[in-house]
């Protein structure tokens, strides 16, 4: 006999959990089926080694809403954040480095060891990228009007949207429409000289990214980076106390305490549907499970390529689903260590003293070019010869996570293409990329390899298999100017309908994206409960 509730969410990500709990708010029958034996998907904590909790996926915290975090009770869950302080670290080939601080005077200070110029321009720098987040974030929690199937309230929505445009001013507004538009190369060649200063910034524009600092589009995911107020001012990230995964599970906790149920090992085989209405799921083992709603927390091309018959589909909407760009070309490097990395340009005094590079985010790209060259590499279906690298050391700042003396290291590394030219991501390849990872580290932090007594990697490919993450890509989806806001998934479908009825999207495939967020899970229960008042 099938089971019966009011909705059922596929898919225990950190979306899916805010969908459920604010669903759950409202006296709402919630179930939540997740696939794999923990909740949490990309935002996740796993132990892969005894004793080492570790970030397996994502690993900062900046964009979660606080308007959900406060609504959710999170803080009454486990929440907690360490906001990230001094914010970045690189060095540099001929012994220098510089630190990006909270403090603008001491990262002022910094930046004029390279360039007076840029120096001065860096706080008008950031008042504009901050005038172009506050806008931006302003439609984070927003629905998107559909530009095709428009009905009244879009045209409506869009003159709106129009009108809050104009606040931008004149320079504003020119400065949000290249900003789009711009790679990243050209937005900060446009406003500093320094080499140096450019590359630490431009890493927020390609990391994650199937691109380079060249290619259109990059500055736009600079600026999605620099929003967020999950660590307190606009655009700093945090370390999550219990790693990534306590956001996640004080989702489910919330969502629990107003009576949703969560499944684990619950994989979902198949969408029920009947006269082009959702009305359940059958799982893996063959149990079916019914409800009034379906929400797939799924990215777009999982959910209707792989969940829903074609039958069901009109051929257009299936057909802009298969052109989906969704390929990521990163790859994440976990390490347990026995000690903490000793950077040439800037020494600790022992291996096992904390150090100001330890507490940011440590960037491995001493140019623009370097990035260019890694990036031509993935162009080619070559995991890059030389990577660039974000490292963190979440211990730095939680002794909840690692033994006593011992650190966690996470590496965030490009260009691994998911589609790679006459190879495919086996171990030996894994290997061999990391190697080169802590090679590239190694330039300017010796001691590293000594310090290494476990490694976990983790392909594109991994990231698809293991995580669910169609083509190993961290954000759902490429979020290329064609494939944001009321063109995401695709257009006409943008406000977390589907054509097929009672079924919704929750994930990061919808507006506002990727990174771990909540505002889709958040627009999504908005919309489903406006469904279903009707």
Known sequence: MSKQCDVLIIGGGHNGLVTAAYL????????????????????????PWP?????????????????????????????????????????????????????????????????????????????????????????????????????????????????RSLKLGDDGLVRMIKIMTQSVRDFLDE????????????????????????????????????????????????????????ISEALAQSAQAKGATIRTDAEVEQILIKDGRAYGVVLKNGEELRAKVVVSNADPKRTFLNFVPAEYLPAEFRQSLQSFRVEGCSIKINLALDGLPNFTAFPNRSDHEINLPHKTTMHVCPTMDYIDRAWEDAKQGIPSRNPMLECTIPTAYDDSIAPPGKHIMCIFAQYAPYSLKDAVWDQTLKDKFAD???????????????????????????????????????????????????????????QYRTPIQQLYLCGSGTHPGGGVMGAPGYNAAREILRDLKK
């Open 436 to 494: 080169r990872c802590l090679d590239a580290l190694a330039d300017y932090a010796p001691n590293i390899k000594n310090l290494v007594l476990h490694r976990q990697v983790i392909s594109p490919l991994d990231m698809e298999r293991e995580y669910g993450l169609t083509g190993g890509n961290i954000f759902h989806g490429e979020m290329d100017l064609d494939q944001l806001f009321f063109l995401r998934p695709t257009a006409g479908w943008a």
């Open 191 to 246: 406003r500093f000289e320094s080499d140096e200063i450019k590359t630490t910034l431009a890493t927020d524009g390609v990391i994650g990214t199937n691109g380079g600092p060249a290619t259109p589009g990059t500055a736009y995911i600079l600026l999605h980076h620099v929003m967020g107020g999950a660590a307190g001012p606009r655009g700093l990230w945090g370390f999550i106390r219990g790693g990534m995964g306590a």
């Open 51 to 163: 004793g080492y909790r570790v970030s397996t996926l994502s690993y900062l915290c900046s964009l979660l809403q606080p308007r959900i975090i406060e609504e959710l009770e999170l803080k009454r869950f486990g929440y907690h954040i360490y906001p990230k302080d001094p914010s970045f670290f690189t060095a540099f080939p001929d012994g220098r480095h510089i630190f990006f601080w909270q403090d603008m005077q001491k990262t002022v200070a910094e930046m004029a060891k390279f360039s007076r110029r840029d120096a001065e321009l860096y706080p008008q720098y950031e008042e504009e990228l901050a005038q172009l987040a506050e806008w931006v974030e302003s439609l984070l929690l927003e629905t998107p009007p559909n530009v095709v199937r428009r009905h009244l309230s879009d045209l409506l929505t869009l003159g709106k949207l129009g009108l």
């Open 24 to 47: 759950a708010r409202t006296g709402l029958q919630v179930t939540v089926l997740e696939r794999r034996a923990v909740l949490g998907g990309a935002c996740v904590t796993e132990e």
